[in-house]
């Protein structure tokens, strides 16, 4: 309500209640002086006290509708006047200020009616408004008892049942709505806080009386009028007396506030803050917050973030600012919302308190956060004193150390704990040779903790000063790196495995970053010993340096294809070695990972230059076999042109002549047929010359010596042969023959010899593994087979055998021809007899 509304009212009460009083005053009241007289001042009462409560709280409602309840009930002051007219409308109106009143008491300290409570002032003001009316109606008289009073000018009917049925039914509304307000009164209280309690516990206890004499009043009314009377007088009593609560409360208020000093002493003298602040309220609900502005949270006093709402419910929070900064929050009773200057005096009062409780709020909460993490983390962290006593200690140390709990190990020597007997007194002696400045130190040290396990610490100590500079304690930190030292050993050992492998294995292996140069430790023994080069040479060199210029694009785009993660297909390119010599290798190109996850190339390979040469040896002498088996084809097809073909066709010619001689000449045909004999002998004696170069009959009828003998008799140089008696596998002994049978024509052919000496033996260990066939001339010598002497043909026949040719021909010192035949080929089977090229020999060829 603003001031000039507030003045209004106070003026409209002053005429209101000047006129009351002159009524009062000047008409004879008799019967009615005590009513009316308690009427007047009960309405004096109320709006004394409304006025004085809306100007103090002008933002609370209840003052206003206290003065309400003081106007209105002065329209019960025309009771007093004798006129009929004035005197029953004051007596209508008379109730009315019950309406303002039910509002009042319901919405009481607050000023605000609840939802839920509107019904029952509308039930009293339906009640207050048509229960007088119908008792005016209904009753002239409507004051029973009173005989002094004027009658009802309103009065319709004079039936005495009726306007008791009237009375009746008003006076049990009445009670009902009273009952109502009670029941409500009463359960509000007991779910007030206390210091709700305090504050409506005078005013409700008033109330409360008047509504018990008022339900009194209306229920004994039906039997006695006198005692109805006075139970109203009470009521009335009552009600006069609940402004003067209130005003009371207003009073406690502010002898609240004179006690402030009282606060100040008791913070003085040590008593704790919430407590004392408590106190000074009359609120022992009362919380306090503190406002973190580095976190910008509210905390209680331990520094906890608080999870909820400083205000909820049926608390109020009213902030606290010490220099013009937040600095907390008492979160009290709603109640205390009222009392506005109470709150804000004491905060005021408590301002630097706060404060002070609000750093230490924040100091324990870091301080806590800081306990939180150091014994959380996994690192050891101790406290020594300068006499190497452990002072302080997190909770790792103990896990580290075996020894659980804190009495085992405050107190004792940092040695006693973290270092093993063997190695304590060069610790001591460390200690001491440190005092007094115990500079900071790094070490790591291995020792065997409490529970018998093996642990390795590595320590960093460094000096804790005080305000002079002296110092006072050792803070030592450690990291437990027992698990890391094992898994370094474990990898050091697969490394070292790893390495052994790769060392040992004959393949090359280089292993290459993604450019292709070679990393640190990139490449094993087998390739620095082939391509001679030393490690720390090869590191950081370009793989693409190692390979001939003509392979160096197909190398490029294989690493760079592993260096993307495709792996590489086996190629084979030429290497070059330190001294610029060429190895043939078939190679692979993987990508990989190194042991920190990096991308790299593995290229593994391996020598094939001697299969190269070996395979290029067996093309070239597939060759000269296909070049061989193609003269000797021609050489036989020539020769039997040339010869039997030619004697078989003139002794066809020579037969037909015979026949056509025959029935005129017979002795002419007897000579045709004697020269025709003649030449079918000399075609088979050529035949069988061809098929001893073939195959000779003697070799499968009886063995290799009577073959070499055959050899021996046509040969022109004289030839002196050692054979065993014993037969060899029919395969073996053909071979040998043909061994023999090349040589000896080679040294017909290019020796110049004057003496061969030819020796077969059978390479034995109890059972023959391979014939050698020995041929040995005294001629020029010098035989070099890739010269075409003849010998690159017999090398060609006992490779094909999978036997060995040694050759022995230095220059005018002869020539021996060793041929190491196996017994069992491993991979082919047995040569059959006949197959293969002939052999060159029979004189002269």
């Known amino acids: 309500m603003t001031r000039r509304r507030l003045g209004a009212a106070v003026a409209l009460g002053i005429l209101l209640y000047a006129a009351a009083l002159v009524l009062v005053l000047t008409d004879d009241l008799g019967d009615r002086r005590t009513l009316v007289v308690l009427v007047f001042a009960a309405g ?4 004394i006290t409304g006025a004085i409560a809306a100007a103090r709280r002008p933002r609370n409602a209840t003052g206003t509708q206290m003065l309400a309840v003081g106007l209105v009930w002065s329209l019960g002051s025309l009771q007093a006047a004798d006129d009929s007219f004035v005197f029953t409308l004051g007596f209508a109106l008379s109730a009315l200020a019950f309406v303002p ?15 839920d409570d509107r019904w029952i002032v509308a039930a009293v003001a339906a009640i207050v408004t048509l229960g007088p009316l119908s008792v005016v109606l209904t009753d002239s008289t409507p004051i029973t008892g009173c005989a002094d009073c004027p009658e009802s000018a309103f009065v319709l009917s004079d039936d005495a049942g009726l306007a008791r049925a009237a009375s009746l039914a008003y006076a049990l509304l009445a009670a009902a709505a009273a009952l109502g307000v009670f029941v409500r009164l009463v359960r509000r209280y007991r779910a007030s806080t206390p210091p709700l309690r305090r504050v409506v516990g005078p005013v409700y206890l008033f109330t409360l009386e008047a509504l018990v004499a008022l339900i009194a009043g209306g229920l004994v009314s039906t039997v006695s009028d006198s005692a109805a009377l006075w139970l109203e007088h009470l009521a009335l009593v009552s009600l006069a007396l609940m402004p003067v609560a209130f005003l009371a409360g207003i009073l406690r208020t502010r002898l609240a506030r004179a006690g402030i ?11 704790p803050l919430r407590d004392a602040l408590a106190d000074a309220l009359g609120d022992p609900s009362l919380r306090l917050a503190y406002w973190s502005a580095q976190r910008e949270e509210w905390v209680d006093g331990e520094g906890m973030t608080l ?27 709603r109640t205390l919302a009222e009392q506005r200057e ?6 005021a009062t408590a301002g630097l308190a706060f404060e002070k409780e609000r750093l230490q709020a924040e100091l324990r909460a870091q301080y806590r956060f800081l306990e939180t993490i150091i014994d959380t983390a996994p690192s050891l962290l101790t406290v020594v004193d300068t006499e190497g006593r452990i002072r302080n200690f997190n909770r790792a140390v103990e896990i580290a150390s075996g020894l659980e709990g804190r009495t085992r190990v405050e107190g004792r020597h940092f040695w006693e704990v973290f270092i093993d007997p063997a190695e304590r007194e060069a610790m001591i002696e460390r200690f001491r040779a440190a005092a007094p400045d115990f500079p900071a130190t790094e070490y790591e040290n291995t020792f065997m903790n409490a529970n018998g396990q093996e642990r390795v610490i590595a320590w960093h100590s460094a000096p804790l000063l005080d305000e002079s500079g002296d110092v006072v304690r050792v803070i030592a930190g450690g990291i437990d790196i027992t698990e890391r030292k094992r898994r370094e050993l474990d990898l050091q050992r697969q490394r070292d495995f790893a390495n052994a492998v790769a060392d040992a294995i004959p393949s090359f292996i280089v292993i290459v970053d993604h450019d292709g140069a070679v990393v640190p430790a990139g490449a094993n023994r087998a390739f620095l010993d082939a391509f001679s080069w030393a490690l720390s040479k090869l590191e950081g060199t370009s793989f693409l340096e190692l390979v001939a210029d003509d392979d160096e694009f197909s190398a490029r785009m294989a690493i760079a294809g592993a260096a993307n993660g495709v792996p590489q297909s086996e190629r084979e390119s030429r290497w070059l070695t330190r001294d610029d010599q060429e190895r043939i290798v078939a190679w692979t190109a993987t990508p990989v990972l190194d042991q920190r996850g990096t991308a790299r190339v593995l290229v593994s390979g391996a020598d094939v230059t001697e299969r190269a040469r070996q395979e290029e040896e067996v093309r070239a002498s597939r060759a000269r076999i296909v070049a061989a088996t193609d003269a000797a084809r021609r050489r036989l097809e020539r020769n039997l042109h040339d010869g039997a073909q030619q004697r078989l066709a003139a002794l066809s010619l020579s037969l037909r002549l015979t026949e056509s001689k025959l029935p005129v000449d017979v002795e002419a045909a007897l000579e045709s047929l004697a020269a025709a004999r003649s030449e079918l002998a000399q075609a088979l ?46 395969a073996i002994e053909a071979a040998a023959y043909y061994v023999a049978a090349e040589a000896l024509a080679n040294v017909v052919k290019y020796a110049q010899a004057t003496e061969v000496r030819v020796r077969i033996s059978g390479d034995d260990d109890g059972e023959v593994q391979s014939v050698v066939v020995e041929v040995v001339d005294d001629g020029i010598g010098g035989a070099d087979p890739s010269r075409g002497s003849g010998l690159e043909g017999l090398e060609d026949r006992v490779e094909s055998l999978d036997g060995v040719l040694e050759i022995e021909s230095p220059r005018g010192g002869g020539t021996r021809i060793r041929a190491t035949i196996p017994v069992a080929r491993p991979e082919s089977g047995p040569a059959e007899p006949g197959h293969g090229n002939p052999p060159p020999v029979a004189g002269p060829h």
């Open 44 to 47: 004096v009462v109320f709006t």
């Open 101 to 115: 009143f039910t509002w009042l008491i319901l919405s009481y300290p607050t000023g605000r009616l609840p939802r």
């Open 261 to 271: 000093a009282d606060l100040a002493i008791a913070l003085g003298n040590g008593t």
């Open 307 to 333: 999870a909820e709402p400083i205000a909820r419910g049926a608390n109020a929070a009213t902030v606290v600012n010490h220099g013009g900064t937040r600095v907390a929050a008492l979160v009290h009773d």
């Open 342 to 347: 109470l709150v804000d005096a004491v905060a």
């Open 685 to 730: 004696d050529e035949l069988r010359e061809l098929a001893r170069g073939l195959h000779p009959n003697v070799l499968t009828d009886r063995g290799l010596g009577p073959a070499l003998e055959g050899l021996v008799v046509r040969s022109p140089i004289p030839v002196t042969i050692d054979i065993p008696a014993e037969r060899f596998p029919p």
